[in-house]
């Protein structure tokens, strides 16, 4: 049974960065799509990056191009997200999940959901 803990996240200045990264454990992460997704209390949970089992990324929110990046390391069963030039409304829970259809749209079609990291970003 694949499961997923987060680690990284933090406090941040805004214009500054952090690494996210997501362990697997219970099985191997290779054939799996691994997403981010965010969630603010009170707002619904949305999708930030995802990285395809061959390494393609889909990026689900405009508000993050040029500045988040995903990456894996399958050696390490470890997929991270590197985030830069943090703004404020970057504030959340960020979580990673698996998916065996790809970079689906659909939050239903991931599982192993982890605990989840808090980000902060403030001055």
């Known amino acids: 049974q694949l499961q997923l803990v987060e680690s990284g996240g933090g406090l941040a200045q805004p214009g500054g960065s952090l690494r996210l990264s997501c362990a697997a454990s219970?099985?191997?992460?290779?054939?799996?799509?691994i997403g981010w997704f965010r969630q603010v209390p009170g707002k619904d949970r949305e999708g930030v990056l995802c990285?395809?089992?061959?390494?393609?990324?889909?990026n689900y929110v405009d508000s993050v191009k040029g500045r988040f990046t995903i990456s894996r390391d399958d050696a390490k069963n470890t997929v991270y997200m590197q985030m830069n030039r943090l703004k404020p409304e970057d504030t959340a829970v960020y979580y990673c999940?698996?998916?065996?259809?790809?970079?689906?749209?659909?939050?239903?079609?991931?599982?192993?959901w982890g605990q989840g990291t808090q980000v902060t970003v403030s001055s």
């Open positions: 999940a698996r998916s065996k259809y790809g970079c689906s749209r659909s939050g239903e079609d991931f599982g192993s």
């Open positions: 990285i395809s089992n061959s390494g393609v990324t889909t």
């Open positions: 219970g099985s191997a992460l290779y054939s799996y799509a």
